[in-house]
């Protein structure tokens, strides 16, 4: 399975982004996604997540009712709108796939993206 981010890019405060993640295979709707992120010296952490279906979500606090995680299994690929964005948001996200459930810990996730760099200028 691959996976391979784009829509990220440089924003101001307030602004928006959409992410993109799709997967090669026939086997999307297998596994959960989340989208997780990085910033220099920091821990890798998660910032949503999805079921296999779509019917479930979870949003990190800093992030809820700001960004909105979805995704089209028909097209194999999961998304984040992201809105209102501030600066303490830089940073290179990554989505991720797992077989398993949906979970916060980046150690059980099995598929990875390259990385897509998101920087918000105040």
């Known amino acids: 399975v691959q996976l391979v981010e784009s829509g990220g890019g440089l924003v101001q405060a307030g602004g928006s982004l959409r992410l993109s993640c799709a997967a090669s295979?026939?086997?999307?709707?297998?596994?959960?996604m989340a989208w997780f992120r990085q910033a220099p010296g920091k821990e890798r952490e998660v910032v949503a997540s999805?079921?296999?279906?779509?019917?479930?979500?979870y949003y990190r606090d800093s992030v809820k009712g700001r960004f909105t995680i979805s995704r089209d299994n028909a097209k194999n690929t999961v998304y984040l709108q992201m809105n209102s964005l501030k600066p303490e948001d830089t940073a290179v996200y990554y989505c991720?796939?797992?077989?398993?459930?949906?979970?916060?810990?980046?150690?059980?996730?099995?598929?990875w993206g390259q990385g897509t760099q998101v920087t918000v200028s105040s």
């Open positions: 991720a796939g797992s077989f398993g459930g949906t979970y916060i810990d980046f150690r059980k996730y099995e598929y």
């Open positions: 295979g026939r086997t999307f709707n297998t596994y959960a």
């Open positions: 999805i079921t296999q279906s779509g019917r479930l979500t």
